[in-house]
């Protein structure tokens, strides 16, 4: 719960409507389980299997970077020498892992 409360600030409900608070909460604890789903890797760098939220918005979510999207894909282009590129592709590779077994 400390994980959720401080790492992911699902205590920031300022809306005044409630169904708008309930879909932030909703989407609060979505982060929360993907984030939980992708721990379970053993494939992950142990930095990122016993991080904090946090840390994966560090390394992995906070990342400078220039979206190019065309009809067929979406490009993310990195910085040719941004040091936790290993980090970000290992999550990425899980992420497509857990996309398709789903």
């Not at 708008?20 to 992708?38: E, I, K, S, V, W």
């Not at 721990?39 to 299997?49: M, N």
């Not at 065309?70 to 910085?79: E, F, G, K, S």
Request: aromatic share 8%; hydrophobic share 45%.
């Amino acid at each position: 719960m400390d994980e959720l409360k401080n790492g992911l600030h699902m205590d920031r409900l300022s809306c005044h409507r409630f169904m708008a608070n309930f879909f932030r909460l909703l989407l609060h604890t979505a982060a929360m389980n993907l984030l939980n789903a992708q721990r379970d890797d053993p494939q992950l760098p142990e930095v990122l299997r016993k991080g904090q939220p946090c840390t994966w918005r560090t390394l992995v979510i906070k990342v400078a970077a220039v979206i190019v999207q065309t009809t067929r894909r979406i490009v993310v282009r990195l910085a040719g020498q941004w040091p936790w590129w290993p980090m970000y592709q290992s999550v990425a590779d899980r992420s497509r892992r857990f996309l398709s077994t789903a």
